[in-house]
Structure formats: structure tokens, C-alpha cells
């Protein structure tokens, strides 16, 4: 664990992070949404984008941040980040899960994409295909694998990634929030270490459908996180905008590795096992009920014993 401090970029950008959520140049409504949420395990960056058109797309998403939001809130110091995060989306699904019932919004979803970091502890975890990237000066990699019915025929070989883009198909999801009570979250664990301050990026699809991954991490890594912002979403916009557009830029204080720099740590709980939620409410009776209760049950079982050894004794 080290001390958080400033990172500046090579061009002098500010460490401070940033986040944009555009309508775009074809839609009504904006069906994407951002949050950032400060919790006792942490602080949370989320992007949704929101599907089910009129009818709940963008209820979908405020649903999702709202309960996320909801739930860290609740949260400990002594929970664990991606715990936190990971109960806060699944809370979000049972959510939008039971809000669908409403024939009226049987198809509104959300996918998500979020971020906790607390000190040096960095946990992903996505469903849909709404993506995270960490950029350097050197690379770009996508964190995330997109859910979607394309990325599941370019891992099959069947089309390539620049096909994958433009197919007629390309957004037909295969996970998202609301689908489905069991919700499959994909989740990534990293460190930071000390070395080169990297940055997250967080995305809908409405910037990397029209934006490389060429040009984002150009763009990131010569301005700083706002102006990133605003850049990114222009180019999509001059290029189309056909769908809403929302980036999230974070300066992170270090590089990401998959190592624990401090293994003396306790690992963290198995994040990737999710963990059966069953919730029973049970009832509290009051206390002078209780006691009633129990003088009755006592005096039930002595009674029953009295009569017992009555019994006996009257066939001696
Ligand atoms: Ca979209």
C-alpha cells in the first residue's frame, strides 16, 4: 500500500477524474447513465446503458445507480470492496428483475460497467457491453469482454473484431442487469503498484462503436481527464453519434497488476464464486410475548410429564 498522489499525464493533464454523458445526434433520450459513489469500502465509478427504449431504458439504468447507490451506502469499512460492489449490482438486478413484471416494461434492461477503488485495491466487474480500458503510454487494454451475441462469434472465430462492429447484430446482448435473477457479473481483481500512474477508462458503446481503441487512448493520454471527456464524445459526434455517448476517465495512483503487492495480506474473499443470497425475514416477537410463550410451553410439557406419570402409576 502506498500514499495516493498526484499523477500528472504527459502533456501536464490534472489527476482530477472525469466523467460525460452525451445524448448523442439520433436519439430522443439519453438512456445512459454515471455515477460515482463514495462508501466506507470505497469509491465506486459506474456506467449504465440503459435498453427497452420508451418503455424503461433509461429507468432501467437509474434503477441500477440508484440502488447501487443505495447499498454502498450501507456498507462497512471492514467489507470488502468488490464484495461491496458485487452485492450493490446484484441488489440492482433483483431490482429491475421484479420492476419487469410491469408488462409495461417487460424489456427494459441495463448493463453495467464498475469501478471500486479503495487505496490500492482496484476490483472490475461488468455484464453487458459496456466496457472498461486502462491506458498507459505504451498500450491499451480492454478489461472487459463484451456479452454480447458478436463477441461470442469472434471468440468462435466465426467473424473478426472490425466485423464484429459493424454486424447487424452487434448489440444484441447476452447478459445484462434485469434479465435474469442470477445474475453472472464478470469481475476483476487488480493492484496498484507503484510506477507509472495508468488510467481507467469507462464506456458505453455509443464511444467505441465509432471511436478506436487507437484514438481513446491518444486522446486520453495527451489531455487531461475533462478535456478527454469532451474530445471522445466530439468524435463520436462528428462521426455519426447514432447512440448516446459516456466516458469516465480516472487517473489511477500507480500501475494495475494482477499481483497482491503485500501477499502477507489476507487474500481477499473468492470475488469470482458469487455467493448464494437467500434472504428470510424473520419475525421479532416482543419480548413479554416471548416469555408468555415460554412459561406456556413449560407449563404444557410438565403437565404432559404429570399426566404421564399419573398414567403409569394408576396401572401399577
Ligand atoms: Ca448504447
Redesign the pocket.
Known amino acids: 500500500m502506498f500514499e495516493t498522489r498526484a499523477q500528472m499525464n504527459a502533456s501536464g493533464g490534472s489527476s482530477v477524474p472525469a466523467a460525460i454523458s452525451d445524448i448523442g445526434c439520433e436519439r430522443e433520450i439519453n438512456e ?1 447513465r454515471y455515477a460515482v459513489i463514495d462508501s466506507a469500502a470505497g469509491r465506486a465509478w459506474i456506467v449504465c ?1 440503459g435498453m427497452g427504449g420508451a418503455l424503461g431504458g433509461d429507468l432501467a439504468a437509474q434503477l441500477a445507480i440508484d440502488a447501487i447507490r443505495r447499498e454502498l451506502e450501507k456498507v462497512g469499512s471492514s467489507d470488502e470492496s468488490s464484495d461491496a460492489l458485487r452485492h450493490s449490482i446484484e441488489s440492482a438486478n433483483r431490482v429491475i428483475v421484479l420492476r419487469r413484471q410491469n408488462p409495461a416494461f417487460a424489456n427494459m434492461g441495463t448493463t453495467i460497467v464498475g469501478v471500486i477503488v479503495r487505496e490500492d485495491e482496484v476490483s472490475i466487474m461488468h455484464a453487458g457491453d459496456s466496457r472498461a480500458y486502462v491506458i498507459n503510454q505504451h498500450k491499451i487494454e480492454q478489461l472487459t469482454t463484451d456479452h454480447t451475441y458478436v463477441q461470442d462469434l469472434v471468440e468462435r472465430g466465426t467473424i473478426s473484431h472490425e466485423e464484429a462492429l459493424a454486424h447487424p447484430q452487434a448489440h444484441v446482448l447476452t447478459r445484462c442487469l434485469g434479465a435474469d435473477p442470477r445474475l453472472q457479473l464478470d469481475i476483476k481483481c487488480r493492484w496498484l503498484w507503484e510506477g507509472e500512474g495508468e488510467i481507467l477508462l469507462l464506456c ?3 464511444l467505441y462503436s465509432l471511436v478506436s481503441d487507437a484514438e481513446i487512448a491518444d486522446v486520453v493520454r495527451t489531455t487531461s481527464p475533462q478535456e478527454a471527456c469532451i474530445r471522445l464524445v466530439e468524435l463520436a459526434r462528428e462521426r455519426g453519434g447514432y ?2 455517448i459516456t466516458v469516465a476517465v480516472l487517473p489511477l495512483a500507480g500501475e494495475l497488476r494482477e499481483e497482491n503487492p503485500n501477499p502477507e495480506r489476507a487474500p481477499r474473499a473468492a470475488v469470482s464464486a458469487p455467493r448464494p443470497r437467500v434472504e428470510i425475514d424473520v419475525p421479532q416477537l416482543p419480548l413479554g410475548v416471548r416469555i408468555v410463550a415460554m412459561v406456556f410451553l413449560f407449563l404444557v410439557g410438565a403437565g404432559g410429564t404429570l399426566v404421564y406419570l399419573l398414567w403409569r402409576l394408576s396401572n401399577l
Open positions: 445512459d446503458d458505453s458503446d455509443g447512440d448516446n
